[in-house]
């Protein structure tokens, strides 16, 4: 099995992303990550979802999409830009902090908030990069952290 990145165009109504939830769950497919925001037309959101499957799998998800009345279209994206957005607090002492803010700099993280032992950090990147990161801070204790999934666009 391996990692997919599909891109699926729809009508903004509400209800969209509980049906196309729904035909996942049902057909027990597993979403390994979900973004969803307006398009640069009007009423059209996009729709990036990461699965794991094999290509057979692949291939019914598409088709079962594509038979919802809201879905546009979908696209197997093989060549794209990916980018995952993270904010994270990390840090137990203000001696930490320090350290934290030296390895934000190697990955160009940018600190949004500080607090008095930890500090909070934002960073855009591929999701090898970001997880490279949260490798890096999990030895100064991370207090919380949230991802926003992949977003990816195709390349011309």
């Given amino acids: 099995m391996r990692e997919y990145v599909l891109s699926v165009k729809v009508n903004n109504n509400i209800g969209v992303l509980a049906r196309i939830g729904g035909l996942f769950s049902r057909r027990c497919f597993s979403?390994?990550?979900l973004n969803s925001a307006e398009t640069e037309e009007e009423n059209i959101s996009r729709l990036t979802i990461v699965v794991a499957a094999d290509i057979r799998s692949l291939e019914q998800i598409k088709n079962q999409l594509m038979?919802?009345?809201d879905v546009h279209e979908v696209r197997i994206l093989d060549d794209a830009v990916t980018r995952e957005h993270i904010l994270i607090r990390a840090g137990k002492t203000s001696e930490d902090r320090h350290k934290i803010i030296e390895i934000a700099n190697l990955?160009?993280?940018k600190p949004v908030d500080v607090g008095a032992d930890s500090i909070m950090l934002e960073l855009t990147g591929e999701p090898v990069k970001i997880d490279s990161f949260i490798d890096l801070l999990k030895p100064f204790g991370i207090i919380k952290m949230v991802r926003s999934g992949i977003t990816a666009l195709e390349r011309d």
């Fill in 31 to 33: 979403i390994k990550s």
């Fill in 67 to 69: 038979k919802l009345y």
């Fill in 107 to 109: 990955y160009r993280a």
